[in-house]
């Protein structure tokens, strides 16, 4: 290699280190003010002393005037935003069989309102789904937040575009040995589907743990705020807090970055798909 692709090569490296650190800046600097002394907190771009005070005053309830059930919503946020997820994957999974495996009569006309469907913003159906909750007498309550969350239009459209790749002679192959189609969907089809089973559960996942917007007008009793709710009103009383405030983002993010490293080989296989 001679010295100009040398030279080409480092400023390349460089470019790619130095975008790498602004882009994980934020969050460093997220972490490192939630273990930052109080009196460095926004005062010091990198701080020099660390404890665990911010982490102590989260956890153990803040002040006793006003205090956060703060471990209460780290349990709702998660309880929320699993079974919201399990019951989109669910859905989408016998919805997306059927439109790939199973011919019947309109079939392509679903498949066109699914994919045209994907282009409303969701904000628009947000009262009218706040009215059918609240007639149905689910308004604060865990099923007021999971249930209009089960259904997810990107899961169906990606595990559509899946299953037809599946060769047919499986399936063939598998009915004639009197397998039914429950019996193929999660015995043969969904077994070949882990890589993008990955994909549809980490984005179904952190899009349901970072909502925020439907937990604030569907929940008012305290025992059921998510951490998302939670840390939004913690600008108001909290506002002089702002270790804890860093110490409550850190907890948040923190399950969403674990399952990322538990899965992410298979996240990467699946990606590879979906760009083909």
């Keep these: ?34 273990f930052a002394d109080w009196t460095q907190v926004d005062r010091k771009l990198i701080p020099t002393h660390f404890t665990l005070k911010s982490y102590q005053w989260l956890l153990g309830g803040g002040e006793s005037v006003i ?26 999974i016998m919805v997306a069989y059927a439109l790939a495996k199973i011919p019947f009569r309109g079939r392509s006309t679903i498949n066109n309102f699914i994919l ?23 308004y604060d309550s865990y099923l007021g937040m999971i249930l209009p969350k089960a259904v997810s239009l990107f899961a169906v459209f990606m595990y559509t575009n899946f299953f037809k790749a599946i060769p047919d002679t499986f399936i063939e192959a598998a009915k004639l040995d009197g397998a039914s189609d429950w019996q193929i969907m999660f015995k043969i089809v969904l077994p070949m589907s882990k890589s993008i089973t990955t994909v549809i559960f980490l984005f179904l996942f952190m899009e349901r743990w970072t909502e925020l917007l439907w937990d604030m007008i569907v929940v008012k009793s305290d ?14 009383p909290y506002g002089g807090y702002p270790g804890p405030m860093y110490a409550a983002s850190v907890l948040l993010t923190l399950p969403i970055l674990i399952i990322f490293l538990i899965f992410s080989k298979k996240f990467k296989e699946g990606m590879q798909f979906t760009l083909k």
């Design 1 to 34: 290699m001679d010295g100009s692709k040398k030279k080409g090569l480092l400023l390349r490296y460089i470019i790619a280190i130095v975008l790498l650190l602004i882009m994980i800046f934020p969050y460093l600097y997220m972490v490192l003010s939630s």
């Design 67 to 92: 205090p956060r059930p703060w471990i209460h919503a780290f349990f709702n946020s998660f309880l929320v935003s699993a079974g919201s997820t399990l019951l989109m994957m669910a859905s989408a």
């Design 116 to 138: 045209f469907q994907m282009f409303f913003p969701a904000i628009i159906l947000l009262i009218p789904t706040f009215l059918v909750i609240q007639r149905l007498g689910m």
């Design 223 to 236: 025992s059921l705020l998510t951490l998302n709710v939670l840390l939004s009103q913690m600008f108001g």
